[in-house]
C-alpha cells in the first residue's frame, strides 16, 4: 500500500468554450432538437447517461468514470453579467474576479496559503508553455513543463555532455557574490531556484513504471506528466494541463467529439495509472471551460454563449448532478445564451476548503454557495 | 593603451545608449556607432533614415495570417517582424513606451488591427508633441473601445476615458479631483467609432464572423457632444476634448508624470507606478531636467529624451545595467544579435510566444495598468523561458550574426587558438559590452578552459564560440539593460 | 491613334460565398487559391495561419453554397501541407496541390484521396524552391511557378521534369518573385510577376510574348499582382494584391474596368447572423462604407467590408463568371462578365 499523501488538485482547463448542449446533451427535449437544428447529438450518437441527458459520442471513456460514481456533473455554472470573450471571460475563471481585472490568480492565491515561504518551487506545476493567469501571483514559484522528458535550463546546447559543463557553469555564475546588490541577488536566487526546479522534476520520469499505455494527444501526454511528477512524491499540489481547440464556430460536431475523445480517454489512462499505483484517493480533477456557447446553432457550429458545465472527477468525489440544468426556453434565455445558476466561485470554495483546506473566502472574495461534491468530509 | 581604455570608455557609454534606445547592439551597430561617437549617435537616433524592415509584401504573402492582424500570434509576430529588422530601433523603443503607459490590451478590444494602428500612431507622435500625442490618443479606436468611451453620452457619462486620461496617462494620482474626472469625461462625449453598435457587437462577441474584423474608424459624433460649460482643473468654459487636453498639458503634474515614466523605461527601474503618489522620484533632479525640457519645447517628448541623454546623470556609473530588462528587449536584443528574420519564417511565432511566456505578450496587457517592469519581470517560470529562449536563439553557429561575431574573434587572433581570457573578453564585448562581476567572469572563464583549445577559424572552435555565447545570453548581467 | 477603345467588358457583382472558418467546416480560413473542377464544383484552398491550424485544408464548395466538406490539412504526411499555396485540376480531375514549405506538389485523385506526392528542394534543373502558382498548359503538362528561383518549371503530371523558362530580375521575361499562373484557351501562358508589378504573357513553349503593367495604383498600373485569369474572348483579370482590386483588360492591354467589391451576406453567413440576435440587430444599422480618414488601399479595405480585402486569386467559372478570392474576408465574390 502506498502511504497517505497530501492531497492534490488537477486542472484541466478546456480553452475556446466547449459547448455545453453537446456536451451534456439534453437530447430527449424538444426544445434541444429545435434550437439545434443543424448541429445536434441525435438519438443514434448520444451516449445515453440518465436524467432525461446524454452524452457527447466522444465521451465514452468519461461514461465509464461516470459509472464507476467518479464524476460529479456541475450544471449551469458561470457568472454574473457574462462575458463573451475568450480572453476576458477564461482571465475570470483565472482570478475568480468577475467585475474588475483581477491581479492574482486563484490557485497562484491557493499555492502561497500552502507554502507561503516558497520553500518548494514545485508546489504547483504546470503542463505547457508559459504561465496560466490562475497561477500567477508574486513570489510564487511555478514550473511551466512543457514536456516533461526534456524540462530544464539550457535546452538548446547542443550534446548532453556539453550542456551539463553549461549547467555547472551556470549554477557557479548565479551564485551571488559579496555585496551584489539586491536585483543581482534576486535573480541569483530566482535562477537558482529554476535550476533546482527542473531538477526535483527531471527525475519523476526516471521514477516511473507503469503499465498503462496513455493514448497519442496533448492532454493525454500532459495528464500522463501530472502522474509521473504525483507518482515522485514531489509535494506537489496543484497541477495544470489545457486542452485547446474547444471554438467550434463551425464544423463542431466532428471537432467537439475528437477533443473529448482526446479528454476522456486521456482521463481514463490517468484513472487506471492512479489505480495500479494505489495513489488515487489524494486526487481530485476539475475540468472547467470558459464558457458554454449560443443556444441557437449557426448552421455548422455555435458560436461564444454563456452558462456552461463543469465537472469534478475522484474517488473523494460523490458522483451525480448538481445544480440544474437551465432551461431551453427561449423566454428564460438571458440575449439567447443560457442563464447559469451557479456560481463558479462556489465550486472553487468548495475545492478549496473542502479539499485543499484552505481559507477560499479571500481568494474568491467572498462567501459563495458551495455545491459539495466530495462524498464524506474530506 | 591609454587610447585603447578611452575608446572602450566611450564605446561602452554608446553601448549603454544602444541598450536604451534600441535593443543592444550587434557588433556591426556598435561599430558604426563607435564611429559616430556618443553625440554622433544622439543625433542619428533623433534623425532617423528609413527604418528598411522586412517588407510588409514579404510578410503577407508568406503568413497569410499577418494579412488581417486578427488574433495574437498573427499581431504581435508582425510587430516582432519590425522589431528586430528595424534599422531604427529607437522608434519601436518608443512604440513599446507608450505600449506600456497607455496599455491598451488586445485581450479586450479582440482584433489586432486596430492595436497595430495604435503602434503605428506612437511610432509617428511618440517622440512630438505629448499635446499632438494624446489628442491621437483619444482618437484611436483601439483606445476608445478599451476604455469604453462609445458608451460616454452626453446624456449619460462613462467615465473611464475621463479618468485613466488624468491617473494613468497623463497626470497620476493626487493631481486632480473627482469632479475633475467627471468634467474631463463629459468634454469627451461624443469620440466614437463609425458603426459603434455593430463593432462593439462583435467585439463584445469576441467573433471574426461573418467575413473577419472590420477595422475600426474614429467619429466624431457631435449630436452626442455635450458643448455644456465644464470646470476643469479650476478653469471654465465649454471646454472640448482639445481643450482639456490644453490644460492637462500645462499642468506642471504632467510633464514630472511623464518623465518619471521615461526614467523608468530609459534610465532606471523606479518603484512600480502604484506607489509614485507615495513615495518620491529615486532622482529629483533627472526629473526636474525632463520637465524644463517639455516646457522649453512645446511639451516635445524628444526634446525631454534628448536633453536626459546628453545629461550626465545618464551616462554615469551608476545608471549602466540599472533596469532589468523586459521580456521583448531579451527576446528582440537576442534575435537581432543572432540576426533572425531576414525572411519570413515560422520562427517569428516562437520568440512572439516566448515574449508572453516571459510574461510579455505584445499588445495584449493584462490591465489598463500596464506592465510594471522591474523585478516583476523575474519569477521562476519566466526565467526558464528567458535563459532557453536566449541560449537557444543564439546556439546555431551558422547564423548570420552568430557567424559575425566568430569571424571578428578570428580576426582579431589570426594566429589561431585564443587564451580563455581573450576569448571570454571578446566575447562580452561583442554582444553588446556586457559587463559582468568577477563570480560570472570566473564562473565562463571556468567553461572555456573546459572546452580546451578554441581555433576560431575552425568548425570545432564555432561551436565552442557558440556555446559559450549561450552561457553568456543566460547570465544574470544579460537580464540588466 | 486617339479614337478612344471602346469598353468591352465590365464586371457586374452577384453573389458571395464564404464564411470565415478558423476551426475548419463550412467556411474558409485565409484561402489562397482556388480551381474550378469541369463539373463545376469549387475547390478552394485555405492556408490559415499559425494560431488556428485547424483551418488548413481544401474546401469543395459549388456555385449555389453547397457544400461538399474538406480534406487534406496541416501536417507534413502523405496528403498533408504546411504552407499550400495553389492549387490546379487536370483533366482527369486529379487535383494538384503546391506547399511551398515541404517543396513539394501533392496528387489527389477526383474522389480527394491522396495519391502521391513529389519534389526536390534545390535551384537545379527538377528541383524548386517555394512552388507558389499551378497551371496545365496546352499539352496537359502541370506549370509551376518555382517563385524564390524566379523561373517557370514545366513537369509532366506524374513529376517528370521538361523544362523551364525565366531567371531573375527586371527584364523581359524574366521575374522577381512571381505567383500566379494561368493558361488561356489559346495555349498561351500568363504569370503574374509579383515583385515586377507587371503581368508577363508567354507562348506555349515559355517565349516571351510581351509584359504589361508598371508599379502604381493608376489604371493598369499594379501593386503585387498575384492571380491573372483569361477568358475565352481574351481578356484578362487580375488580381491587383496590394492595391485591393481587380483589374480587366482586353487582350491588347487596354484598359477596360476595375472592381473593388461589394460582398453581401452569403447564406453561411447569412445562417450565423441569424444564429446571433443580438449582432443581426446591431448589424440593421450598419453602414458598410463609413467616411474614412484613410487612403491606402489595405486600410481602407480593413475597414470596408464589402471591398475586397487581399483578393489573392480570380478564375473564370463557365463563359461569363468570374470569382475573386479574398484571403483576408474569408470569402470569394462572383461577378457576371458582361
Known amino acids: 500500500m502506498a502511504e497517505q499523501r497530501e492531497k492534490v488538485l488537477v486542472i484541466v482547463q478546456l480553452s475556446g468554450g466547449n459547448d455545453y448542449l453537446n456536451c451534456v446533451v439534453p437530447w430527449e427535449d424538444p426544445m434541444y432538437q429545435d434550437v439545434r437544428s443543424g448541429v445536434r447529438i441525435t438519438e443514434e450518437d448520444v451516449i445515453p447517461l440518465d436524467n432525461g441527458l446524454g452524452l457527447n459520442p466522444g465521451m465514452g471513456a468519461f461514461k465509464e468514470l461516470y459509472d464507476q460514481d467518479r464524476v460529479a456533473i456541475i450544471h449551469g455554472i458561470g457568472y454574473p453579467t457574462p462575458s463573451r470573450s475568450h480572453f476576458r471571460s477564461m482571465d475570470i475563471w483565472h482570478t475568480a474576479t468577475p467585475d474588475r481585472v483581477g491581479d492574482e490568480g486563484w490557485l497562484g492565491q491557493a499555492v502561497r496559503q500552502l507554502d507561503p515561504t516558497g520553500s518548494n518551487v514545485v508546489t504547483a506545476v504546470n503542463f505547457g508553455n508559459g504561465l496560466p493567469r490562475a497561477l500567477a501571483a508574486p513570489g510564487v514559484p511555478v514550473a511551466s513543463v512543457g514536456n516533461l522528458d526534456d524540462y530544464g535550463l539550457l535546452t538548446g546546447m547542443s550534446g548532453a555532455e556539453q550542456r551539463e559543463k553549461a549547467l555547472t557553469a551556470f549554477s557557479r555564475i548565479y551564485t551571488p557574490g559579496v555585496g551584489s546588490g539586491m536585483v543581482m541577488d534576486y535573480l541569483g536566487k530566482t535562477g537558482l531556484d529554476a535550476l533546482k526546479g527542473a531538477d526535483i522534476l527531471k527525475q519523476a520520469p526516471k521514477m516511473y513504471e507503469s503499465t498503462v499505455e496513455y493514448p497519442d494527444n496533448p492532454i493525454a501526454k500532459a495528464l500522463k506528466g501530472v502522474a509521473q511528477v504525483h507518482f515522485a512524491d514531489l509535494g506537489t499540489r496543484v497541477f495544470y494541463t489545457t486542452s485547446g481547440g474547444w471554438d467550434t464556430h463551425t464544423n463542431e460536431l466532428s471537432l467537439q467529439r475528437g477533443l473529448w475523445e482526446e479528454v476522456s480517454t486521456g482521463l481514463r489512462a490517468f484513472y487506471q495509472d492512479l489505480e495500479e499505483h494505489d495513489l488515487g484517493p489524494e486526487v481530485t480533477i476539475l475540468v472547467f471551460s470558459e464558457f458554454g456557447r449560443r443556444v441557437k446553432d449557426n448552421g455548422n457550429g455555435t458560436d461564444h454563449g454563456s452558462g456552461g458545465v463543469s465537472f469534478v472527477i475522484g474517488d473523494s468525489v460523490k458522483g451525480g448532478h448538481y445544480s440544474e440544468y437551465p432551461s431551453l426556453d427561449v423566454g428564460r434565455l438571458m440575449e439567447g445564451d443560457l442563464q447559469y445558476n451557479f456560481d463558479f466561485r462556489g465550486l472553487y470554495t468548495d475545492l478549496l476548503e473542502d479539499w485543499l483546506g484552505l481559507d477560499a473566502q479571500e481568494i474568491v472574495g467572498g462567501n459563495f454557495e458551495k455545491i459539495s461534491p466530495f462524498a464524506v468530509a474530506v | 593603451m591609454a587610447t585603447a581604455t578611452n575608446i572602450g570608455t566611450e564605446l561602452d557609454l554608446i553601448a549603454h545608449l544602444l541598450r536604451r534606445t534600441g535593443f543592444g547592439s550587434t557588433p556591426g551597430e556598435l561599430e558604426e556607432a563607435g564611429e559616430l561617437g556618443y553625440e554622433g549617435t544622439l543625433d542619428q537616433l533623433f534623425n532617423p533614415g528609413d527604418a528598411d524592415p522586412l517588407p510588409v509584401d514579404l510578410i503577407r504573402r508568406y503568413h497569410a495570417d499577418h494579412n488581417d492582424l486578427r488574433i495574437p500570434p498573427s499581431s504581435g509576430s508582425f510587430w516582432m517582424y519590425r522589431l528586430v529588422t528595424t534599422k531604427t530601433p529607437f522608434e519601436e523603443k518608443i512604440a513599446l513606451f507608450w505600449h506600456r503607459v497607455f496599455a491598451t490590451g488586445q485581450t479586450k478590444v479582440i482584433q489586432g488591427k486596430v492595436m497595430i494602428s495604435q503602434i503605428d500612431m506612437f511610432r509617428k507622435y511618440g517622440l512630438g508633441s505629448f499635446r499632438e500625442l494624446l489628442i491621437q490618443l483619444s482618437k484611436d479606436p483601439a483606445m476608445i473601445l478599451w476604455l469604453d468611451n462609445q458608451d460616454n453620452h452626453k446624456d449619460n457619462i462613462n467615465e473611464n476615458y475621463g479618468r485613466e486620461i488624468l491617473e494613468l496617462f497623463a497626470m497620476g494620482v493626487g493631481n486632480y479631483t473627482e469632479d475633475d474626472v467627471k468634467e474631463c469625461a463629459r468634454a469627451f462625449t461624443g469620440w466614437t467609432i463609425a458603426n459603434m453598435p455593430y463593432m462593439s457587437t462583435k467585439m463584445r462577441n469576441n467573433t471574426l464572423r461573418p467575413y473577419g474584423y472590420i477595422a475600426w474608424q474614429f467619429e466624431y459624433d457631435e449630436s452626442d457632444h455635450d458643448d455644456g460649460e465644464k470646470t476643469f482643473l479650476g478653469e471654465t468654459g465649454n471646454f472640448t476634448g482639445e481643450d482639456v487636453i490644453d490644460i492637462i498639458c500645462k499642468n506642471p503634474a504632467t510633464p514630472q508624470f511623464i518623465a518619471r515614466h521615461l526614467y523608468h523605461h530609459f534610465v532606471a527601474d523606479e518603484l512600480p507606478v502604484p506607489q509614485w503618489p507615495f513615495e518620491g522620484p529615486k532622482d529629483p533632479e533627472a526629473i526636474q531636467l525632463m520637465v524644463d525640457a517639455y516646457f522649453a519645447n512645446d511639451y516635445s517628448i524628444g526634446a525631454m529624451l534628448r536633453a536626459m541623454f546628453e545629461s550626465d546623470i545618464f551616462k554615469s556609473e551608476t545608471k549602466r545595467f540599472a533596469r532589468i530588462k523586459s521580456p521583448a528587449e531579451v527576446v528582440v536584443g537576442t534575435l537581432r544579435l543572432a540576426g533572425d528574420f531576414d525572411w519570413p519564417t515560422d520562427d517569428v511565432y516562437k520568440a512572439t510566444a516566448a515574449c508572453n511566456y516571459m510574461g510579455q505578450q505584445l499588445l495584449g496587457p493584462t490591465s489598463v495598468e500596464g506592465w510594471m517592469g522591474g523585478d516583476d519581470w523575474i519569477s521562476t517560470g519566466s526565467m526558464v523561458q528567458r535563459i532557453n529562449f536566449a541560449s537557444d536563439t543564439i546556439g546555431d553557429p551558422d547564423k548570420r550574426g552568430v557567424k559575425a561575431i566568430v569571424s571578428r574573434i578570428a580576426d582579431r587572433h589570426p594566429s589561431g587558438n585564443v587564451e580563455p581570457e581573450a576569448l571570454v573578453e571578446d566575447c562580452l564585448g561583442l554582444v553588446g559590452r556586457l559587463r559582468v562581476e568577477d563570480g560570472t567572469l570566473n564562473g565562463l572563464l571556468a567553461f572555456v578552459r573546459e572546452q580546451g583549445d578554441v581555433d576560431p577559424s575552425t568548425e570545432d572552435g564555432a561551436g565552442k564560440i557558440t556555446s559559450l555565447l549561450q552561457l553568456i545570453v543566460s547570465t544574470r548581467e544579460y537580464q540588466l539593460a | ?338
Open chain 3, 1 to 338: 491613334m486617339t479614337t478612344e477603345i471602346r469598353k468591352q467588358r465590365q464586371l457586374k457583382y452577384i453573389d458571395t460565398n464564404g464564411f470565415g472558418a478558423a476551426q475548419g467546416g463550412r467556411g474558409y480560413h485565409f484561402p489562397v487559391d482556388f480551381a474550378v473542377r469541369k463539373d463545376g464544383l469549387i475547390f478552394v484552398l485555405s492556408r490559415s495561419g499559425q494560431g488556428s491550424l485547424a483551418g488548413t485544408g481544401i474546401s469543395v464548395t459549388d456555385i449555389d453554397h453547397n457544400w461538399h466538406g474538406e480534406f487534406s490539412g496541416y501536417g507534413t504526411g502523405d496528403g498533408e501541407m504546411q504552407w499550400g499555396t495553389a492549387i490546379a485540376i487536370d483533366s482527369s480531375d486529379r487535383l494538384f496541390l503546391a506547399d511551398e514549405k515541404m517543396q513539394r506538389i501533392t496528387i489527389f485523385d477526383s474522389e480527394n484521396n491522396y495519391v502521391s506526392h513529389w519534389g526536390t528542394a534545390g535551384s537545379g534543373p527538377n528541383e524548386f524552391d517555394g512552388p507558389s502558382g499551378l497551371a496545365f498548359d496546352a499539352n496537359g503538362n502541370l506549370l509551376v511557378v518555382d517563385h524564390k528561383n524566379h523561373r517557370i518549371q514545366r513537369y509532366t503530371v506524374d513529376g517528370e521534369y521538361i523544362d523551364s523558362f525565366g531567371s531573375e530580375g527586371s527584364a523581359k521575361g524574366q521575374f522577381n518573385y512571381p505567383w500566379g499562373i494561368t493558361t488561356a484557351s489559346d495555349g498561351r501562358i500568363y504569370v503574374a510577376d509579383w515583385r515586377n508589378d507587371r503581368i508577363q504573357r508567354f507562348e506555349e513553349d515559355g517565349v516571351f510574348i510581351d509584359a504589361h503593367g508598371e508599379s502604381g495604383d493608376g489604371d493598369g498600373q499594379f501593386n503585387r499582382p498575384s492571380s491573372v485569369a483569361v477568358d475565352d474572348d481574351g481578356f484578362i483579370y487580375v488580381a491587383d494584391w496590394q492595391n485591393q482590386r481587380v483589374q480587366v483588360f482586353d487582350k491588347d492591354w487596354n484598359f477596360q474596368t476595375i472592381v473593388l467589391g461589394e460582398a453581401g451576406l452569403s447564406p453561411w453567413a447569412a445562417d450565423y447572423i441569424n444564429a446571433n440576435k443580438d449582432e443581426k440587430i446591431a448589424r440593421e444599422v450598419f453602414n458598410p462604407y463609413p467616411k474614412l480618414d484613410v487612403d491606402e488601399p489595405y486600410e481602407v479595405s480593413a475597414r470596408t467590408e464589402p471591398y475586397f480585402w487581399v483578393p489573392v486569386a480570380v478564375t473564370t467559372y463557365g463563359d461569363d463568371r468570374l470569382l475573386v478570392l479574398e484571403t483576408a474576408r474569408h470569402r470569394f465574390q462572383i461577378f457576371e462578365i458582361v
